[in-house]
């Protein structure tokens, strides 16, 4: 298995420390509002390589924090009226009722920065104890230029990212590249006890700290989205090997970007849609499948339509499998004859190639055309005459070529009947609320799918043109 490490900046063999095991930490959310689907991008695709692996017969032991306190915790606990602790309890519910709708799996741990103090304290002084971080006024830095190998991640020295940088100037600072790893507590500010008086940990720290904490000193794959390599990423690899003397992590993974109008989608610049929102609308297939559909390191430039398109292609996929259920029990044979039986095993094709481009990269673009094409095989040779057997074994086939992009798990919820009743009683009440706009658009977006609305003095009746 090939992946893509972007310390290296090459595709490379896969070998874990232990065989057979992997350790994975993924940076996870700030939990001050819900997510959006730029961080459900992120979180779908290291689930999706956590499920790949497990598929391909690896223990992964399977690490995502939650970051429970920081500026923006704090900002938004006092515009809430609430605790950060409190804002905290929130938002990680939250999550895990998106994550969990969008077929995240749960994490082994999910580990919250505020659960961890006593052992950030300690890594912080371990960093000062090796002289690598120093204590102004409560303060604590780490000093990048005594580690000499900062910068490796971002591929630059420490002049050219510093030249590269906005940071402001700070008196107390010895270096301009110095960051917080401890922060005095500030006026209202929620504060822990430590060595160097009342304060917080910095936002790097916390990562290094729980990924040793719960993983070890290395780590097989350490992942977050593209806007974590710098700095985020290289202040954890100096913490961290500071700190150990070894290597972090073998291999580092950033999923790329999703954006509108080619801007990141981030909350900062109000541009994003809530997986919550989204959800609402499409079902977790759909929006998996848009986030597959095109390579990880690639970015998506978002838009209404292309997740309508990945629904359409989706629901070509549950075709196939609601046609293969409905056939089992159409059929008169219920096992499978030799023929059969050879035909199966020839499927077995589509398995291996499944493979062949998940293992390069994680290739979920090609691996889903790969799906493709085996519908389309069983569409073409699984009929009337089959048996209910095959009709089973092929249906189980699709479905586990699925489980490691997490969908085509269920039947598609709905038939077609109470669908299209739905979205007709939509649109009759957008007429009554005179939302003709919306009106307008589910009367439309229908008929791209070919069905036509007719309005009778008995109600509202469609039909389905060719
Ligand atoms: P945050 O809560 O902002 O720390 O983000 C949580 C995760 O989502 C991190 O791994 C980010 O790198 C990732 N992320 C943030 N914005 C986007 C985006 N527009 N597209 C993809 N991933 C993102
Ligand atoms: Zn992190």
């Given amino acids: 298995m090939k992946v893509y490490n972007t310390l290296t900046k090459q595709k490379e063999e896969f070998i874990p420390i232990i065989p057979g095991e992997v350790k994975m930490y993924v940076c996870g959310p700030t939990v001050y509002n819900f997510f959006h689907i730029g961080n459900g991008r ?10 790949y692996l497990e598929y ?16 923006k915790m704090i900002n938004k606990a006092n515009d809430e009226g ?14 895990y009722q998106d994550a969990d709708a969008l077929n995240i799996e749960r994490a082994s741990v999910n580990p919250r920065a505020t659960e961890y103090i006593k052992d950030i304290i300690k890594f912080v002084e371990e960093l000062i104890a090796a002289d690598f971080a120093y204590e102004v006024d409560g303060d604590v830095y780490y000093s990048t230029k005594k580690f000499s190998n900062y910068g490796q991640l971002a591929g630059q020295n420490l002049e050219d990212l510093q030249a590269g940088a906005r940071i402001s100037v700070d008196e107390r600072k010895k270096d301009p590249m110095d960051f917080a790893i401890w922060k005095a507590q500030k006026p209202g500010e929620p504060a822990w006890e430590s060595p160097w008086g009342l304060g917080r940990p910095g936002w790097h720290i916390e990562c290094s700290c729980m990924a040793k904490k719960l993983l070890g000193d290395t780590i097989d794959i350490h992942a977050g989205g593209m806007d974590l390599k710098f700095p985020h990423h290289e202040n954890e690899i100096a913490q961290s090997e500071a700190v150990t003397g070894k290597k972090f992590a073998n291999y580092w993974l950033h999923a790329a970007f999703v954006n509108v109008d080619n801007k990141k989608m981030s909350k900062s610049l109000n541009n994003f849609f809530t997986a919550r929102e989204i959800l609402q609308e499409y079902d977790a297939d759909a929006i998996r499948f848009l986030m597959l559909s095109g390579h990880y390191r690639i970015q998506i430039n978002f838009t209404k339509e292309l997740l309508d398109s990945a629904k359409a292609s989706i629901e070509r996929l549950y075709n196939c499998i609601n046609n293969l259920e409905n056939l089992k029990d159409e059929v008169s044979k219920k096992t499978m004859d030799n023929g059969e039986d050879d035909y199966l095993k020839s499927l077995s094709k589509y398995r291996e190639k499944f493979i062949e481009k998940m293992d390069d990269d994680f290739n979920t673009a090609d691996a889903i055309s790969v799906l493709f094409d085996l519908a389309k095989d069983i ?23 699925g489980k490691p992009l997490g969908i085509l798990q269920t039947y598609m919820k709905k038939d077609l009947e109470a669908e299209i009743q739905e979205l007709i009683d939509r649109r009759q009440q957008a ?20 069905i036509i609305l007719e309005d009778t003095p008995q109600g509202v009746r469609w039909k389905k043109i060719d």
């Fill in 42 to 51: 992120t979180f779908i695709v290291f689930d999706t390589i956590r499920r």
């Fill in 56 to 71: 391909r017969g690896y223990k992964v032991e399977f690490i995502q924090n939650f970051t429970d306190i920081d500026d």
């Fill in 82 to 95: 609430i605790t950060v602790k409190e804002l905290g309890d929130k938002y990680i519910n939250e999550y």
């Fill in 379 to 401: 569409n073409n040779n699984v009929n009337i005459n089959s048996s209910a057997e095959l009709c089973e074994e092929t249906k189980k086939l699709v479905r586990e070529l």
């Fill in 431 to 450: 007429r009554k609320d005179r939302d003709f706009a919306l009106a307008d658009k589910i009367r439309d977006d229908l008929k791209s799918r070919n």
